[in-house]
């Protein structure tokens, strides 16, 4: 992807892991990425109770990946049930009394209360780097000759009539819209030569004058360089960096901007 694009345009990545209620199996996966030199601009988890946990099991995950890298962090996949009960012969994912959290029955009322607890689970993320919640087939209920497995989980009901949690979400674009009102947006960043044999610039463009940090961070996830906290004007500066007497290798560069979320790439350190 990066080949394909200007030396000063990066895509941004989205990485989706499956178990979103646990920190030992996220840490391992991330820092495994860090060690190989590469890193997500933001990860997203599916997080299903009867799979993966309890509420505070993902809260615990998600406050862990945004303090430890400092990342944007989403719910890509979620679902709960509003009933029990079947509608077709399609065999359900879900339909035993154990698959359910406490305190959330499988009933409208329930269902409405899980998603509202999960929304405050991702408003509660630490530097509001939570970002955004993703429903799985919210609308997949049964239709004659094809059935679901998920229809009890779904935002309708089997007739196709509203259920009360589709309330939950009314006026909020999944918290994303309102995370990037609230936080200004990150600066754009680029680092050259990359690769380098030692000394290289970081470029960055602010939309307004901001305090900016800039750090730097071997693949272990240790900070091997930092420039003094300053206020920098808006417009793009540039500010040179020097690796001499480091090893060759891949390292991290992290600009910091108050207010919104930091921003790393990747340079190449080539003796």
């Given at each position: 992807i990066e080949d394909s694009l200007a030396a000063d345009e990066y895509p941004e990545i989205l990485l989706h892991l499956e178990g979103g209620g646990s920190v030992q199996a996220s840490r391992w996966f991330l820092d495994n990425l860090l060690q190989i030199g590469f890193f997500p601009d933001a990860i997203g988890f599916s997080f299903y109770p009867w799979w993966h946990g309890s509420l505070a099991d993902l809260a615990a995950n998600l406050d862990d990946v945004a303090e430890r890298y400092g990342h944007p962090v989403q719910?890509?996949?979620?679902?709960?049930?509003?009933?029990?009960?079947?509608?077709?012969?399609a065999h359900n994912i879900v339909g035993e009394e154990d698959q359910l959290l406490p305190g959330y029955p499988a009933t409208p009322a329930g269902q409405a209360a899980y998603f509202g607890a999960l929304l405050a689970v991702l408003r509660a993320v630490p530097d509001r780097l939570g970002q955004a919640l993703y429903l799985w087939e919210p609308a997949w209920i049964p239709v004659t000759g094809f059935g679901s497995p998920v229809e009890n989980l779904a935002l309708f009901d089997f007739s196709g009539n509203a259920l009360p949690a589709l309330a939950v979400f009314e006026g909020q674009s999944a918290i994303e819209g309102?995370?990037?009102a609230a936080v200004p947006a990150s600066p754009v960043l680029s680092l050259y030569p990359n690769p380098t044999n030692g000394s290289w610039r970081v470029a960055f463009d602010l939309a307004r004058p901001s305090v900016v940090r800039v750090e730097v961070f071997d693949l272990l996830?240790?900070?091997?360089?930092?420039?003094?906290?300053?206020?920098?004007?808006r417009g793009r500066t540039v500010?040179?960096?020097?690796?001499r007497?480091?090893?060759?290798?891949?390292?991290?560069?992290?600009?910091g901007v108050e207010g919104s979320r930091p921003v790393m790439r990747r340079i190449l350190l080539l003796r």
């Open positions: 719910v890509l996949e979620a679902a709960y049930p509003w009933t029990l009960d079947w509608a077709d012969d309102a995370r990037r996830g240790r900070r091997v360089a930092a420039l003094p906290p300053g206020v920098f004007p500010l040179p960096l020097s690796g007497g480091w090893p060759s290798g891949a390292y991290w560069v992290r600009v």
